[in-house]
């Protein structure tokens, strides 16, 4: 398997614009996170997915963000509208349910100018 | 509500010493605790798991003990290497899934050749 994939790696955009941020998880996982990394607060979860349904969204910092997994391969973290205080690394993490070990895609970097 | 703070922030040694990667959390009812590496513009990659009912782990040069009364645990790296440069986060678990993981903002290792 090629583990957790997310893209893209790298995302420029203006203030205002909306943002779409993609993930495919391991094959066979039934659980997904979206994380976000930033310097002055570290990882921080956004929101989980245990077999495609939405299960606590509380880390979601506001309305302007929102996510969706259609599918058990696919999901995708949406910012509209975006703001510079959104820049931040943005990690999708699969795994089992109730299996601690959780699996890191290689995180999308969003600069918002 | 669970914090895990992770000392030094950042740490530059030169190669070949022997170093310790402290971690701390608030609330010592937890299952397990991890060690994580996180290389530049990379995911993150388990390095090691200590159960709640263990007191070390050990994998290759990396030694990981946790005292779970006292909320501590420390990341021994010996004879380092320009190689194990990255950073290195603690995460802690509390149950419920991987969502009941809570991350340190890390150590930021460099090894001086």
């Known amino acids: 398997d090629a583990g957790v994939i997310q893209s893209p790696r790298h995302e420029v955009t203006e203030m205002g614009q909306e943002v779409t941020l993609r993930c495919k998880p391991i094959?066979?996982?039934?659980?997904l996170f979206w994380y976000r990394q930033t310097m002055m607060r570290g990882l921080e979860l956004l929101i989980y997915?245990?077999?495609?349904?939405?299960?606590?969204d509380s880390g979601m910092p506001e309305d302007r963000f929102s996510a969706k997994m259609p599918n058990a391969s696919f999901s995708t973290l949406k910012i509209q509208p975006s703001e510079p205080r959104d820049s931040a690394v943005y990690f999708c993490?699969?795994?089992?349910?109730?299996?601690?070990?959780?699996?890191f895609g290689q995180g999308t970097r969003l600069t918002v100018v | 509500k669970q914090e895990v703070t992770q000392i030094p922030a950042a740490l530059s040694v030169p190669e070949g010493e022997n170093l310790v990667l402290n971690c701390s959390f608030t609330?010592?009812?937890?299952?397990?605790l991890q060690w994580f590496r996180q290389d530049p513009g990379k995911g993150l990659t388990s390095l090691l798991l200590?159960?709640?009912?263990?007191r070390e782990q050990t994998s290759g040069r990396l030694n990981a003990s946790l005292d779970k009364s006292s909320g501590r645990s420390t990341l021994y790296i010996a004879a380092s290497q320009p190689g194990d440069s990255a950073t290195y986060l603690c995460?802690?678990?509390?149950?419920?899934?991987?969502?009941?993981?809570?991350f340190g903002k890390g150590t930021h290792l460099i090894i001086q050749p």
């Open positions: 993490a699969s795994s089992l349910i109730g299996d601690t070990e959780a699996f």
């Open positions: 094959s066979g996982h039934n659980s």
């Open positions: 997915f245990n077999n495609n349904v939405p299960i606590d």
């Open positions: 609330d010592s009812a937890i299952y397990n």
């Open positions: 200590i159960q709640s009912s263990q």
């Open positions: 995460a802690v678990y509390s149950g419920g899934g991987a969502d009941g993981l809570t």
